[in-house]
Structure formats: C-alpha cells, structure tokens
C-alpha cells in the first residue's frame, strides 16, 4: 500500500508549497493576517461538553441497534438515481483510492485497513459515494470490488463501531446502499443477502433515533432523507417513514427561504439539499404516494434559483465554499422536480446573474452569511465568475478544504476572488476557532451590500457596492458590470470613494500611515487553468484563449498598474493546487473618490466549423 498525501514541499519558513509557481499567491493571501485581518491558527484540544455527549450518544445508538432484525428484503424494486463518473470508477477498481484530496495505492489493501489521515478521508470513505462510481464502471470486476468493500464495512463497523456512524454520514451510507442494492446483491448467497438486510435495518433504526443531532442544513436534510428512503424501501420499516417524512417537510419550511435559498449560500449545497428532495418526492411516486406539500413547495423555491446559479457550461457558480458539482447532477435534478424554467430577475440567493449569447456572468452582491452558516463562507462580496460557452475564464480561487487548513484559509480570503482588494486586507475577516474545532467563522463583514439592474441600450447594467473596507480605510468599494447584448464584451468599473465625513476622516489617517503615498488597492481577476494568456500590446493588455479557439482581450483606462501574476485553481477531486495566472490591476487611492474602468472582450469566436466537444476527465496528478 502506498499513501500519497497532497503534493507539497516543505520550505525553511515551514510554509507549505506545492511548486515554486504557487508560492507566490499563498504569500499574497497570507498578507491579509495583519492587525484586524489576522487570522490565528491557534486551536484549541478541548471538546466541548455537548460534542461529547452527542458523540457518546452516537456511539450508544450505534450498539443498541445491533437488537434490530434483518429487513425481510425491500417493499419494491430499488431504482439508481446517483451519476457516477467512470473514470473515477476505473480507478477505484485499479485500487487507487482518492479521498478528500489524498490518494492511497492499495491494490492489495481492503479499504478498511487503510489507515485515514485525516477525519475528511473518513467521512468520505464512510459516506459510500464512491458507489456510484463503480457502478457507472457496472462490470464484473467493480461488482466484486463493490461488494467485497460493502461486506468489509459490515464485518468491520457493522456492529456499532467506528466513525461511521454518524447522522449525516449514515443517511449518505444507507441512500448508497439501497439506490444500487440490485448491483450489490447480482451473485451474493443468502447468507450474505441476510447480512446486508440486516445491517440496512439497523442503520435505518439508528437514523430514527439520532437525526436530530445531525447539523441544522445539509447534514440533517441527508440523515433524513435516508431515513425516509429506507423506510420507503424496506419491508417491515414503513413505520418510520412518516415521522421522517413529517420532520422533512418542518425542515423544508425552516432551512429553505422564500425565494429558494439556504443560510450557507453555498450553490453546491444547495444543490445537493435540492437533489435528496427530488429523490425522496421520486421515492414516495414509486410507492403510489404523494410528496407533502412543504417539501414541493421548497422544491419549486430551490429550481429557479439553481438556475440562476448556473453557467453558461452548466456548471455552478463556486462561491462560499462550494464547488462545480457532479456533473449530471444539477441536469437531473431539475429535470427530475418536473419545475418548468421560467423568467427570472433580481437577485438569486444573494447573486447576480447577467447572461447573454452563452456568457454568462455571476456575481456575489450580498453581505456573506452570519454566524454558525459562515464556518465555510468566504470574503468574496462583489467578486464575480465569467464563462463563455462551455469554457470558464474569469474564476475564483475556490474551497480549498481538500489540501489542508491553511489553503482552505486562503481560499477564503479576497485576494483569492475575482474583486477588489484594500491593503492585502478582506473584506471579512476570520474570528479565532470556535471550541477547538476548525470552524471559524467570518467577521467583521460587509453590512450594507446595496444593489441595482438597470436595461441599457447595449445589454444590462448591474451597480452594486459594499463597506467592508469602511470601517479601517473609511473606503466604500462600488462595481458596475455591463454585459453587452450579444455576450461579446463584459464593461466594469471600480470606484473607492468616502461615503459621508466619518468616513473621509478615516481614510485621512490611513493616507496619513503610509506618509500620504495613498491606500494600495489591487482588482483581481483569476483565470481558469485552462486558459492561455499572456500580456500583449506592450504590456497594456491581456489575451486569453480558450480551448474553444475564442480569444479574449482584457484592457483598462490607465490609471492603473496591469500585470500577470501566478495564481492557483483549487479544485476538488486533485492531490493539489493546479497553477494558473491572474490579472491584476494595482493602483493607489489618494483622492476622496478613486475610479478605474477595464474591459473583457471577445476578439476572436469559435470557429464555425469546429464544434467544442473535449470532456475534460478528472486527473490523478
């Protein structure tokens, strides 16, 4: 067995690189942990009393349900409703386990012997996605390799034991279980059919016992929604269907908000919330029931906004800790909720969307959440995402949870999105860990995020701004975006101005501190790895081409410094950061009102003849 944690090397000042390309970036995010803006990295090794009693309780119901007796088989015939990824299925089978950013070689290794790194390994090894993927594979040898792993779970945890058995991972465990129970079960004998049916059975008790202490959001809505599934599914479980089904609706009303939108305003969470509401509304069809009344209306609230999350290329917006999502997901999902597409405007979740021609433009222009739904959030008020066709170009950084504390810190940074940054300072700042944990929320935010569309001649305006520069610099940071009609070009301004004489004193002293050179600001625009680009027109522009063949030029009015750093794309499903560039605009806000102007156009389109075909297949690199 071989384990391979994320690429990286260590350097003298103990700062973690994975190659010389990178290193400059994660300097640049870690500046921002100065005075206000610093983040400690102090944590402390005491749980609290209530993390210890929910996980001894955890443990409690785990043994208590070795009591329960084997389901007599299930109700009907179970139906797959989760996409897999082939590719990441031939791997599996080829014994190369990549979880949660780290890989493990085990040709000859049980699963379950391999030793976890950390606790994320864990969950995603406990969680049983991975059986989708092999059964997207759905041969001979990824049955055998499906059901080798899924006995070995049983043998080795099924009898209450490891950390496994938790709420959120259990309902993830058991949906796996029975939505490819007719792969798992081709071949198996009737003593192995009783195991698997018993253990089923003593999971799904457990779900009835301790989905309360599943997290409020996500985790709850998956212990739930296992729970009604194997009550559903399951001869001799129907009993607990119903109250899950009741506690599921109670949910849709509390965590769903009027216009579709959850606390976390993360779009990939979103989505998975959306996607368990549509496989349960399947389920209860399946059985020749109806789905109650909350949980549709959540599931006509969540559709149109999701939408509106979604690029040009189908992909989500990756914003507050959320990624592209599995791909099919979001298309059967929707296609599955049966909710027709319909004309939307405003804000979705607390984003913009401006989308012409097959460019798409999604913008965060809302204060990021609060409190407990901020552990994952970011500082990323006003960045935006722009994607033409089916290529992304202007990015942001993304979640960078799979490659250790200190990238996922970075990443929560804004000098990790596409906007405007004061000083090396976010816009946010990230208070000390909270009970130990690695949980730390954000502070110190934006609080006045106010926004306007406007129809224009060319195509649409949008106006938005934000404090969060207010209270140190005494700057308020405003962006407008102009999407032309045809998607061809992409206008925008920054402006940092004084809102009132408050603030003009404050941004007196700061222009003071730096002996009156004026307040540094810098407006970022990540780019896709993907994307080719170099400076042009002796270093007044940037081109960019796309695998589609389309070229696109940035330009700007001047008053700013443009340049061509390194920067790093962090992507789940990868041992590390990709590289890749950004453009940066530096300058130095003087003046009471500070403005800049710069444009994203398309010089060049995809060739007639050529069609943009290429999948891009997740790498083992």
């Known amino acids: 067995m071989v384990f391979t944690s994320p690429a990286s090397t260590n350097r003298p000042d103990g700062t973690l690189f994975d190659d010389l390309t990178i290193g400059p970036v994660y300097h640049l995010v870690k500046r921002q942990q100065s005075v206000r803006g610093r983040v400690t990295s102090v944590m402390s090794n005491s749980d609290t009393m209530a993390m210890r009693w929910m996980r001894f309780q955890n443990r409690l119901y785990a043994r208590l349900s070795q009591r329960r007796k084997a389901a007599r088989g299930f109700a009907g015939q179970p139906e797959p409703r989760t996409v897999g990824s082939f590719a990441r ?3 599996l089978v080829a014994g190369n386990l990549l979880f949660a950013g780290f890989l493990v070689e085990a040709q000859d290794t049980d699963l379950w012997d391999v030793a976890a790194p950390n606790a994320a390994f864990d969950d995603e090894r406990q969680g049983f996605a991975w059986l989708d993927d092999l059964a997207a594979v759905g041969d001979a040898r990824a049955r055998e390799k499906a059901q080798r792993w899924v006995w070995g779970w049983i043998e080795a945890h099924g009898k209450g034991q490891g950390p496994g058995w938790a709420p959120d991972v259990t309902g993830r465990r058991v949906l796996r279980w029975i939505n490819h129970a007719l792969f798992l079960l081709r071949g198996a004998d009737e003593a192995r059919s009783r195991m698997f049916f018993r253990a089923l059975a003593q999971q799904t008790w457990f779900l009835s016992k301790r989905w309360q202490a599943a997290t409020p959001g996500l985790p709850r809505f998956e212990a739930l929604a296992g729970l009604v599934q194997a009550g559903l599914a399951l001869e001799g479980q129907e009993a607990l269907s119903d109250p899950a089904l009741r506690a599921l609706a109670r949910e849709c009303e509390r965590q769903i908000g009027a216009e579709g939108g959850i606390a976390t305003r993360n779009p990939e969470e979103l989505l998975e919330v959306f996607t368990l509401l549509t496989w349960t509304s399947a389920a209860l069809h399946q059985v020749g029931r109806g789905t109650p009344a909350a949980q549709t209306a959540a599931i006509k609230r969540i559709a149109p906004t999701l939408r509106s999350l979604r690029h040009a290329d189908g992909a989500l917006t990756r914003f507050h800790g959320g990624g592209r999502g599995l791909e099919g997901r979001l298309e059967q999902a929707l296609a599955q909720s049966g909710v027709k597409p319909q004309p939307s405007s405003g804000l979705a979740m607390g984003y913009a969307r401006l989308s012409a021609a097959r460019t798409t433009v999604i913008v965060d222009a809302s204060a990021p959440p609060k409190g407990a739904a901020s552990y994952n959030a970011h500082a990323s008020t006003l960045a935006f995402e722009l994607t033409s066709g089916r290529r992304p170009l202007i990015v942001n950084c993304g979640s960078g949870d799979s490659f250790g504390l200190d990238w996922r810190r970075a990443g929560r940074a804004t000098p990790s999105h596409s906007t405007l940054c004061v000083e090396g300072y976010s816009s946010a700042r990230l208070s000390a860990p909270i009970n130990g944990t690695t949980n730390e929320p954000l502070v110190d935010a934006p609080k006045e995020v106010p926004t306007e569309f406007e129809n224009i001649v060319e195509g649409t305006r949008f ?11 005494g700057l308020t940071h405003a962006r407008t975006l102009e999407l032309r009609f045809d998607g061809r ?16 004193r404050q941004f007196d002293r700061a222009v003071d501190a730096t002996g009156l050179s004026g307040v540094g600001f810098d407006i970022r625009f990540h780019l896709h790895p993907d994307v080719d680009a170099a400076l042009d027109l002796g270093g007044a522009a940037v081109s960019m081409a796309l695998k589609s063949g389309e070229i696109w030029v940035f330009r700007h009015d001047g008053a700013g410094k443009l340049s061509l750093e390194p920067s790093v794309y962090l992507e789940r499903g990868r041992l590390k950061p990709r590289a890749t560039k950004q453009i940066v605009l530096s300058g130095r806000a003087i003046e009471y009102a500070t403005r800049i102007r710069w444009t994203l156009s398309k010089a060049q389109d995809t060739a007639y003849a050529v069609r943009d075909l290429h999948r891009d297949e997740p790498e083992f690199d």
């Open 89 to 91: 299925g031939r791997q």
């Open 463 to 473: 106006l938005a701004g934000h404090d969060g520069y207010a209270r140190v610099f």
């Open 489 to 504: 070009e992409l206008t925008g301004e920054d402006i940092l101005l004084t809102a009132n004489d408050m603030a003009k």
